[in-house]
């Protein structure tokens, strides 16, 4: 039954299994489609409480975009984890006022070096 939940994905040569809930609404986000506050678990139960009309993409079609929308995701990971390694922006002006420019550049690229735009 669990397994009934997941669906394989295979982004750039790596399959993994996701669950279908992430799928389908990553897929409708992909396609600027809306859930109208449903949050279904598989597919039968979209086409049961989809508001949208009779546009609602196939099943195939959302597993589609969801791909698109995983690997839109994972390309900006790196921004995440930047912010979240940088230092906050007082200790940033206090590194330059302290130590000077050439110091807060260094720390700076440590980061960008660390956590790089794939």
């Known amino acids: 039954m669990l397994e009934e939940m ?7 040569g790596v399959t993994g299994s996701y669950p279908k809930l992430y799928i389908l609404n990553s897929g409708m ?9 449903a949050n279904p678990s598989n597919y039968e139960l979209l086409v049961k409480t989809y508001e949208g009309g009779d546009d609602l993409p196939t ?10 929308w995983i690997i839109d995701f994972l390309s900006k990971r ?14 940033q002006l206090d590194k330059i006022y302290h130590e000077g420019l050439d110091a807060w550049k260094a720390d700076i690229k440590a980061v960008k070096d660390k956590y790089p735009k794939e």
């Open 29 to 37: 986000k992909q396609l600027n489609k809306t859930l109208s506050g």
């Open 59 to 68: 099943e195939a079609k959302l597993k589609e975009a969801a791909v698109v």
């Open 6 to 12: 997941y669906d394989d994905i295979t982004i750039n």
């Open 78 to 91: 790196y921004q995440g984890e930047r912010a979240n390694a940088y230092p906050s922006i007082g200790e």
